[in-house]
């Protein structure tokens, strides 16, 4: 049945014998059945009532698929009783657990709204709770909800502004357009111009009277006073990655959006996806063709690299070849003017008559908005007046007749050479224009004027209308300059026309008539008779269609046909004084309380300390950030009530007596050790002294990793680990017990690799993962001698690599590198140059009989954030030598490409590392327990159940 609906017959008859069927307990049929209830049941409503008991069952059935179709279902009976039942069910739907279902509730929201709009309110209270939802399925659903019920509540907007411009890189691609129309509209709303700068300086150029000083410290006044609102800049920022999109609608989208909101020095980016887009599908082309021609009329600079991309295929449709005949028209200057005359030529020969006759308009408007070439292109239409073709010949009657207008110079010899045509040429529009041109210059052509009045007075009957009133409007200029010539023959054109059955040509001769031939009744205006038909008219302004079309929002249906179409929001005009920006602060306030790992949410809770002495030593050595997120043993404390089980809590309270004094000491020696540590964290020396305090005792450090991997909370940060590690020293002496807890919740992948990074150089099979270890001093080591390991303690430890991969990677091919090969591989061994150091090993081979010298890395480009530690340069490389040489790339968590220049003595080769994703871990080993601790922390394992050792590949 679905497959006949598909190809589009008609199923409607079998809706009785489909519907029973919404019983079933089989889900696929389930699915089929509301599949085909939504297609139908607004043409069948009746029946669907009788089911309705059915899909209200099924708004509460277990599989969210089936609750998401039976709204569906209920929101397509397009019933007004049951509309509390809608609204009922669409409440239950926006609290869903389901964003699929909660994504349909923000859909039925629009039907029902369309059914019966006195449920405003009531809805634009659900809109606004589904806006606040975090989901990006269903973001932009609400918000199409939102465009459609409400689109003046702005208000509505202001506390999930800074979310939907977050989310809007991941939801999805119909929803990121919807978003970026409305957060548009929000924006005009919302801050001031960005182009005030602009108009600024221009408006500076006419006080003529100020000096050039007075000029300059007013506009130096000017730029300082705009300064961009940071909210302004988060849209303008996330919104630039989706001109990549591959949906044409969203770039369009992203398109406008810079073209209304933009600093005017930013819109530039736009122009090359757009120009991109021009290789879709002709109605795409369409669309985006019509926004540039708009664009381009404002800003010519911004399309004129992409000059050829506007360059007619024979190919294109006359609708695509028309709109980029309008867009070289605009980007035509005085440097490209020539190129494009050529081409111009080549289109007035298309087998396409529209378009050649477009072509000859488009030739018309170059020569009045480039007067260096008016002559050039009148010469060229008038050697198009010998064409065979009727068409192009009488497009160019019509813009010759334009030029001429335009130009009060005598140009005797084409009205001369246009009258001859008038034999040949058909075309009504040409016709008229030859004959008002030669009534215009009757004076000028004395001889010729009669002559054609004659012609014409012949064939009067059988001409068009339009040649008709260009024929009585002959006559009478005629009439008025050279009566003794052409005053029969002006009656006699007057008496056929009295006569004529269009009323338009009836009514123009006695209008004629009365105010030319002078007689008894002839009013006062008869002596002005020849002032009148013969005043200078004003030339006729050639511009473009879309000159007007820039007032609507681009890339709406209303630009695209130029008229207000229904459900047109306009965009406001840019206020003067931007409204209060704080308006948008609640819910960034509500995520950062939610977000904050639980170090740093004990900021709030300062006053609770337990040991305020070394609180304070430890203020006056450290940042104050550190400080914050460690307030003495208490701050261990807080972790373990927000993170372990309650008997943790209790055993850490039971120790806290009885070593307060050992951890008071411990606090005092750990921030100063920490502080210098911190201080000279990436020297060498750090890491020789951390060597040296592990080696000496590794089963301490070991100790201390357990404790303080029992009591650490999550760390996103270097700051934040080093803070951690105080909290180890601190917590000794206090939880001899703890030992046997296992990792907390708040351990994470980011910890994992941030801490195994620290000092897997150092003691790569038992360092802890968890926290860096400072060196220890003998005092801390004695108290730590008494502790135990026991089996089930919560280690994680970075253990060596499973597989090696003997796999190389081509760095620089011989051929390339004039007989220097390179070749890269990654040992997967932990980095000696650096803590976040991926190692590199590479080997480089010399394929030619001549000693290569001074190689070495030359100009590195990295992107933001990420660092390599070259190798030293080798001073000469043998004929079929060979040497492997160790680099560091600090890759930064991300498989981003480090470019750099591999040179010798005479040649410098650009090459490049990419990293695949898994050798940016390091292996790593736990026990059975741990794996089942942290399986429960991370949904993503939820499906693992043995233990395994994870290595660089997975």
Not at 148 to 175: F, S
Request: glycine share 4%; charged share 25%; proline share 5%.
């Amino acid at each position: 049945i679905l497959q006949m609906i598909a190809k589009g017959k008609n199923a409607s008859e079998l809706f009785p014998a489909v519907v029973k069927n919404v019983a079933s307990k089989n889900i696929e049929i389930k699915k089929l059945v509301y599949v085909y209830l939504v297609r139908y049941a607004e043409e069948q409503q009746d029946l669907a009532l009788l089911s309705i008991s059915t899909f209200q069952r099924a708004l509460k059935d277990p599989n969210q698929l089936i609750r998401a179709s039976a709204l569906r279902v209920l929101s397509s009976i397009r019933v007004p009783i049951i509309v509390p039942i809608m609204m009922l069910a669409i409440k239950e739907a926006s609290a869903d657990l389901s964003p699929y279902v909660r994504k349909n509730a923000a859909h039925a929201i629009q039907k029902l709204y369309s059914l019966d709009p006195e449920q405003k309110e009531m809805l634009i209270e659900i809109i606004e709770k589904l806006l606040k939802d975090k989901s990006t399925l269903v973001a932009g659903s609400v918000v199409m909800a939102f465009e459609e019920v409400c689109p003046d509540r702005i208000d509505l907007i202001h506390k999930n502004y800074r979310k939907l411009c977050n989310l809007l890189v991941d939801v999805e691609e119909w929803g990121q357009v919807v978003i970026i129309h409305m957060l548009t509209r929000y924006a005009r709303t919302q801050f001031v111009s960005p182009w005030k700068e602009d108009d600024g300086l221009e408006d500076n150029e006419k006080d003529f009277y100020d000096s050039d000083e007075e000029q300059k410290e007013k506009s130096d006044k000017r730029k300082k006073a705009y300064t961009m609102d940071p909210d302004h800049r988060l849209l303008i920022r996330n919104t630039k990655p989706l001109l990549q999109s591959r949906n044409a609608a969203v770039v369009m989208a992203v398109a406008q959006l810079y073209w209304h909101i933009a600093p005017k020095s930013e819109v530039g980016i736009i122009s090359k996806p757009l120009v991109r887009l021009l290789r879709s599908n002709r109605e795409v082309q369409y669309i985006v063709l019509q926004n540039i021609a708009t664009m381009s009329i404002q800003r010519k600079g911004m399309f004129e690299p992409y000059l050829k991309s506007f360059y007619v295929r024979s190919t294109d449709p006359t609708m695509i070849k028309i709109l980029k005949l309008e867009i070289l028209t605009n980007l035509a200057n005085e440097a490209n003017i020539s190129t494009l005359l050529r081409e111009f030529q080549t289109y007035v020969k298309s087998q396409d008559k529209q378009f050649a006759a477009a072509t000859i308009q488009t030739i018309g408007r170059c020569a009045t908005n480039i007067s260096e070439v008016t002559d050039t292109c009148l010469n060229g239409l008038v050697c198009l007046l010998s064409n065979r073709d009727e068409i192009v010949v009488a497009e160019s009657v019509v813009v010759i007749k334009k030029l001429l207008q335009m130009q009060p110079i005598q140009h005797g010899e084409i009205i001369k050479h246009m009258a001859k045509l008038l034999d040949s040429i058909t075309v009504p529009v040409a016709r008229a224009s030859i004959l008002w041109l030669i009534g215009e210059n009757c004076e000028r052509v004395p001889i010729i004027a009669p002559d054609v009045l004659r012609k014409m007075a012949k064939s009067f009957t059988s001409e068009d209308d339009l040649v008709k009133l260009q024929i009585l409007n002959l006559g009478a200029k005629l009439y008025l300059t050279n009566s003794r010539q052409t005053k029969l023959l002006t009656q006699y054109i007057l008496n056929l026309g009295k006569y004529d059955q269009n009323y338009d040509i009836r009514d123009r001769t006695r209008f004629i008539r009365q105010l030319i031939v002078p007689n008894e009744k002839s009013g006062a205006l008869s002596k002005y008779a020849k002032k009148i038909f013969l005043a200078q008219k004003p030339a006729p302004l050639l511009e473009s269609p879309f000159k007007d079309r820039d007032h609507f929002q681009l890339g709406t249906l209303s630009h695209t046909l130029n008229t207000k179409a229904t459900g047109y929001l306009e965009l406001s005009n840019w206020p003067e004084v931007a409204p209060d920006p704080s308006v948008r602060n609640v819910e960034v306030i509500e995520l950062a309380k939610e977000w904050t790992p639980a170090g740093k949410a004990k900021k709030e809770k300062p006053d609770k300390k337990f040991y305020s002495e070394s609180e304070e030593e430890e203020d006056s050595s450290e940042s104050s950030s550190d400080s914050e997120s460690e307030s003495g043993s208490e701050s261990g404390e807080q972790d373990e009530e927000g993170d372990s089980s309650e008997d943790s809590s209790e055993d850490s309270s039971e120790h806290q007596s009885e070593s307060g004094s050992e951890s008071e000491a411990e606090n005092k020696r750990a921030g100063q050790k920490s502080s210098r540590t911190k201080g000279k964290r990436d020297s060498e020396d750090v890491d020789k002294e951390n060597e040296n305090s592990k080696t000496s005792d590794s089963s301490d450090a070991e100790s201390s990793s357990i404790e303080g991997s029992s009591s650490g909370s999550e760390s996103e940060s270097v700051s934040e680990s080093e803070s951690e590690s105080r909290k180890v020293t601190k917590e000794k002496g206090k939880k001899p017990k703890q030992d046997g807890n296992p990792l907390t919740k708040d351990v994470s992948l980011l910890d994992l690799d941030d801490s195994d990074n620290n000092h897997a150089s150092v003691n790569p099979v038992s360092t802890p993962v968890a926290l860096p270890v400072p060196a220890l001093s003998p005092s801390l080591i004695a108290d730590l001698e008494g502790l135990n390991l026991s089996a089930s303690s919560s280690v994680i430890s970075v253990s060596t690599p499973v597989f090696v991969p003997m796999t190389t990677h081509v760095l620089l091919h011989r051929m390339s590198g004039k007989g220097l090969a390179a070749h890269y591989s990654f040992p997967r061994q932990p980095c000696i140059f650096g803590d976040k150091m991926v190692s590199v090993q590479i080997t480089l081979n010399n394929t030619t009989d001549r000693k290569i010298e001074n190689i070495h890395i030359g100009e590195k480009k990295l992107p933001m954030g990420m660092q390599m530690h070259v190798f030293n340069p080798i001073g000469s490389l043998e004929p079929g030598g060979s040497i492997t040489v160790s680099m560091g790339i600090d890759f930064c968590d991300s498989t981003q490409t480090a470019s750099f220049q591999l040179c010798t003595k005479d040649d410098c080769f650009s090459v490049n590392i990419q990293p695949p994703v898994g050798e940016l871990l390091l292996p790593v080993a736990m026990s059975e327990k741990d794996f089942k601790k942290e399986q429960a922390c991370l949904s993503a394992l939820h499906l693992l159940s043995k233990p395994r050792k994870a290595n660089r590949n997975e």
